[in-house]
């Protein structure tokens, strides 16, 4: 495009260098122009033509940048955020918004104050696997869903501290790391939960922030949303679960996105982007008028990209911004409540 915004990248570090910098190169209404590196320059190996700038100062204090990505530690959110607003920047950040509901109250009204955008990068509804649970869910397949249960586990038993959520400190954990993603699907899928139960753990040995999570959301309708995650998950497991008055999907693997990022490729460069090999398709059992139906459903293809090009047209004034900032911050307040829940040890009204 001729006139794209201009683009400030804070943080060149694995969320900045796998998932926001090779997305936002892929949007053509969007330009990466300056990307802050304090102690190395990786970024032009990619992308030769950007700025590395040693301080965040360089992005607000240019005129030019349209929009600041904000991919620091989970615990810089806000001081970062606060700042790239006042300076007069649009502001995309990286999950989880911040550590605090209260925090992030703050940010939506200084946002709303300098009418400025303001999203959280929640890419994970740009899952295929999420928005073919979306599909089936909308058209009614499995009839009045009762129960699900959503897993993102791993297998990591030894403890390192070496990133963010494996260390001490407010809004650090794996339960701010992945489990606001599982939440904020819960969420997009089935609204506000009337309940919330909890036990977050530390369970490897050496672990100074929680490792572990098992959540149950309580809705109308008798319907029950589980959301875990375990270091110790060496077999697969499935990953989403859906059981409804009708009939049962199950699906196996995660989006391949996140993969094919790491391994360098982007939507630009890929054609492909975002298919699911059948292999990994789900597959549903379900009951249709006098129909009754078993086999695979081919998983929608993915697009992170168009997290980011919506951005670009909610700034544009051209469609409503589809990661909200109060969403963002719902799922703040549903993680404040399950540590409450797992403290008391009972489940608590939303």
Avoid at 226 to 251: D, Q
């Amino acid at each position: 495009m001729s006139n794209p915004l201009q683009v400030g990248l804070i943080g060149y570090g694995f969320a900045g260098r796998t998932f926001h910098a090779p997305i936002i190169t892929s949007v053509p209404s969007l330009h990466l122009k300056k990307v802050v590196e304090r102690r190395s320059e990786h970024s032009k190996e990619r992308y030769p033509w950007v700025e590395v700038v040693k301080s965040v100062t360089k992005l607000y204090e240019d005129p030019t940048i349209d929009l600041i990505v904000i991919t620091t530690l989970s615990t810089q959110h806000g001081e970062f955020v606060r700042d790239a607003l006042n300076a007069g920047k649009h502001v995309v950040i990286e999950k989880p918004f911040t550590a605090t509901s209260a925090e992030a109250d703050e940010l939506i009204q200084l946002a709303k104050e300098k009418n400025k955008v303001l999203s959280v990068f929640h890419n994970r509804r740009w899952d295929g696997d999420f928005m073919t649970l979306q599909a089936i869910i909308r058209e009614g397949l499995l009839g009045e869903i009762k129960e699900c249960e959503f897993r993102w586990d791993r297998y990591h038993p030894n403890a390192t501290n070496h990133n963010w959520r494996d260390q001490a400190g407010k809004g650090a954990g794996v339960f701010y790391d992945l489990g606001v993603h599982l939440l904020d699907q819960a969420v997009q899928l089935f609204g506000a939960p009337q309940k919330i139960s909890a036990h977050i753990q530390n369970q490897r040995k050496g672990a100074i922030a929680h490792d572990y999570f098992d959540v149950t959301l309580l809705y109308e309708n008798n319907l029950k949303v589980t959301l875990r995650s375990s270091p110790f998950v060496r077999m697969e497991s499935p990953r989403y679960v859906l059981h409804g008055e009708k009939g049962s999907f199950i699906k196996f693997g995660i989006d391949p996105q996140e993969k094919a990022l790491i391994a360098g490729e982007s939507p630009a460069s890929n054609r492909q982007w975002g298919r699911e090999s059948k292999e990994r398709w789900g597959v549903v059992h379900t009951t249709i008028g006098q129909l009754n139906i078993k086999g695979e459903i081919e998983t929608i293809p993915g697009g992170y990209q168009h997290y980011y090009q919506n951005i670009y047209d909610s700034i544009m004034g051209f469609s409503d911004l589809l990661v909200k900032p109060e969403e963002a911050r719902f799922n703040i307040y549903l993680i404040e409540r399950a540590l409450q829940s797992d403290k008391e040890g009972r489940f608590l009204s939303i």
